[in-house]
């Protein structure tokens, strides 16, 4: 199995609190991704890092912003949580440019009240 | 832009029955297409993979044969077991995007 952790794996906060979900990688890959996970819409792409400090959008990512200081750490922030943030969020890992193949980590529960 | 549309879960099969989720696409050019499939509480995983027009993609039993003429990649098992039972993905990449774009996902449920 790829070395992917992901913390914490569940979390409860309040609406208007920041929230940071850290993915933790042992595999020196150079592509990181971050997903949510919701009934009826599959995985969307949040954010993507193709190297330290190089980050791009995905479909869904108003609300969130990442960093990736270290090739093994990329955080995901949730600047002021909203309910509708309320997911399961899965961190991704690939070695190549095409995403010919991804490995995912155990996913974050996250619930927003 | 790519998408991929797949069959509605969720479905209930019994044990040694044949399975078949169908997944269908759209995309410009010649994308890769893949299988991945959920455990409960558990990550996805790649189940298997085709990157050209009449590969055909297999692992643990399941195969999936990528028709470009038909813009199709449908999964299929002869015969499902219990340990089978998990959400099943169709997902797309494109070459020059950067992205895995992914199906609703399917629930499987195999009953003894």
């Known amino acids: ?113 | 832009g790519n998408s991929v549309t797949q069959m509605e879960g969720p479905v209930t099969l019994s044990e040694e029955a044949f399975l078949t989720i169908n997944c269908t696409y759209t995309a410009t050019g010649y994308p890769s297409l893949f299988w991945y499939v959920q455990y409960p509480g558990e990550g996805l995983q790649l189940l298997l993979k085709a990157t050209k027009a009449d590969d055909k993609g297999s692992n643990k039993g399941f195969e999936a044969t990528y028709r470009k003429e038909t813009t199709s990649f449908h999964l299929e098992k002869g015969s499902v077991q219990v340990s089978d039972s998990a959400v099943y993905f169709c997902a797309l990449s494109n070459f020059g995007n950067e992205k895995l774009t992914f199906g609703t996902g399917t629930r499987l449920t195999i009953i003894p």
Request: overall charge neutral.
């Open chain 1, 1 to 113: 199995d790829a070395g992917i952790t992901q913390s914490p794996r569940h979390k409860v906060t309040e609406t208007g609190t920041p929230v940071t979900l850290r993915c933790h990688q042992t595999e020196n890959h150079r592509y990181m991704y971050w997903y949510r996970q919701d009934p009826g819409h599959g995985l969307r792409l949040i954010h993507y890092s193709y190297g330290v400090k190089d980050t791009d959008k995905g479909e869904v990512s108003d609300g969130y912003s990442v960093s990736r200081s270290k090739t093994e750490d990329f955080l995901l922030t949730l600047e002021s949580a909203t309910s509708s943030q309320t997911s399961v969020y899965f961190c991704a890992i690939s070695e190549s440019r095409r995403f010919d193949e991804q490995y995912f980590g155990p996913g974050t529960r996250l619930t927003v009240t």
